[in-house]
């Protein structure tokens, strides 16, 4: 289980600010402790446990990078063109066993070990060859085409760091190396319930007053795609002891705990009063629209090795998004041991104007086209309210308000992150 520090800090004055939010983030969740070795395929998404040195050069050995002629520099006409004599051929996946001496060149083609004497390569298509002799064209520099053993990793030195999240290309590196298993830590354990009497799983019987329930399955999919071993516990109805316990129940055997509405100041909003009553709140209600209720707490287990991370999440799905984006996501890097990585906005023109509330971060959802004069312009959806779910299935990602701005300007260069690099 997660390890949690004891002592607690409750924000109840005016609204955390997401950087303070991530302080605390990075103060109370320490990484799971298990480590498993975990072969490559099926590697992707997991968190390197200890640094993971390169056993070999890569290349291993100097090799062409192009099918050409292999020669020695120093045979070469300084203006004009050097009529060399081809005395072997080596392929790749052959031996190159012929020295270069005076006067020779060797036929190679890419990946074949280069020549002993050769440091240099020729294109084919920059030679003519007329019998065994070949003619090469000045001007080319010393080691041309020629690639290095060592020149992409040295032996011994660290490829994937200890917290790093394995991506497909590094599983390519991984093989490249020759290794079939990594160290990586144990995948997070999330348990995730719907809290609301209103809330009905889809394919029930709907009263007329009830929805279908769609923050499970968003949540769902978003922790899945972060790596987490997902847990679903169902809708929990508006009743403090239910709620408490079924968070404490959770508690026990994972490393976090999600729920999903009930966490605003409504009179059937209890979770918070649940998580105090368990365990205790680390932060709730932060200065990020939508989704500005989010709460944060800690739930301690049975025994000092068990209990849990809490966040309960508003119940809107458009502030499930945007708060799993940017409170879970942080927190749930730092459960499974990875080194922080923020999400870089890359910049585009707003096409639309806005105005917001000083001293909060807004994100709103916004598509992408491009514009007549070739610039990608970022359009906001319609519907601003954070229930509306088509304002998250018609659009591409998130236009981030910085706390400091109270405008946006058609025409201005805004943040945006696509909903791709979100659940990245
Ligand atoms: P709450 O945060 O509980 O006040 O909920 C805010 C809004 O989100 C209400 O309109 C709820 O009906 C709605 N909501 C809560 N949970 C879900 C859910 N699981 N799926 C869809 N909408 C929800
Ligand atoms: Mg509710």
């Known amino acids: 289980m997660a390890q949690i ?28 402790a298990g480590v498993e070795q975990i072969s490559l395929r099926g590697a992707i998404g997991r968190v390197v446990a200890n640094d993971i040195v ?25 203006d004009g063109e050097t009529q060399l004599r081809i005395v072997d051929r080596v392929t790749a996946g052959r031996a190159a066993t012929h020295a270069l001496s005076d006067g020779e060149a060797i036929r190679i083609f890419t990946g074949a070990p280069m020549p002993s004497g050769a440091d240099t390569v020729f294109m084919q298509e920059d030679c003519r060859v007329e019998g065994d002799k070949v003619i ?23 490829v994937l760091p200890e917290g790093r999240r394995l991506a497909v290309q590094d599983i390519a590196l991984a093989a490249a190396l020759g290794l079939t298993v990594l160290p990586v830590r144990r995948r997070v354990r999330g348990a995730l319930f719907s809290t609301g009497n209103e809330v009905v799983e889809p394919g029930a019987r709907r009263p007329p007053s009830a929805i279908f329930d769609a923050n ?49 100041t409504g009179e059937a909003d209890h979770v918070r009063a649940a998580v105090e009553r368990i365990g205790s709140l680390v932060f709730w209600r932060v200065a990020i629209k939508p989704g500005r209720p989010v709460a944060m707490g800690v739930v301690p287990g049975r025994t000092p090795e068990s209990g849990a991370i809490f966040v309960g999440l508003p119940g809107n799905p458009a502030a499930v998004f945007v708060t799993f984006a940017h409170v879970v996501r942080p927190l749930l890097l730092r459960l499974a041991g ?17 105005r917001k509330k000083l001293g909060r971060r807004e994100y709103v959802r916004v598509a992408l086209r491009k514009a007549a004069d070739g610039v990608i312009e970022a359009v906001k959806h319609p519907q601003e309210g954070a229930g509306v779910i088509t304002s998250l299935t018609e659009t591409d990602g998130l236009a981030e308000l910085p706390e400091e701005a109270t405008v946006v300007v058609q025409g201005s260069t805004i943040g945006f992150l696509s909903y791709a690099a979100l659940v990245n």
């Not at 004055?13 to 799971?32: D, N, Q, S, T």
């Not at 090469?136 to 660290?158: M, T, Y």
């Not at 990875?338 to 806005?354: C, G, H, M, N």
């Open 5 to 32: 520090t004891d002592d607690c800090f409750v924000f109840s004055g005016p609204l955390l600010p997401i950087a303070e939010m991530e302080r605390l983030i990075a103060e109370r969740v320490v990484p799971v």
């Open 54 to 78: 390169a056993p070999i050069d890569l290349p291993p050995f100097d090799n062409s990078a192009v099918d050409g002629i292999a020669v020695r520099h120093d045979q070469l006409a300084i």
């Open 136 to 158: 090469v064209p000045p001007g080319l520099k010393r080691g041309a085409n020629r690639r290095l053993a060592g020149e992409d990793v040295r032996q011994g030195s660290v």
């Open 216 to 264: 499970r399955l968003l949540l769902i999919g978003l922790l899945e795609s972060l790596g987490v071993e997902v847990t679903d516990l169902g809708i929990l109805p508006d009743d403090p002891a239910l709620l408490a316990a079924g968070i404490r129940n959770a508690a026990q055997t994972h490393d976090l705990v999600l729920t999903s509405g009930g966490v605003s």
């Open 338 to 354: 990875a080194s922080p990585q923020s999400l870089i906005p890359l910049p585009v023109r707003a096409a639309f104007s806005y």
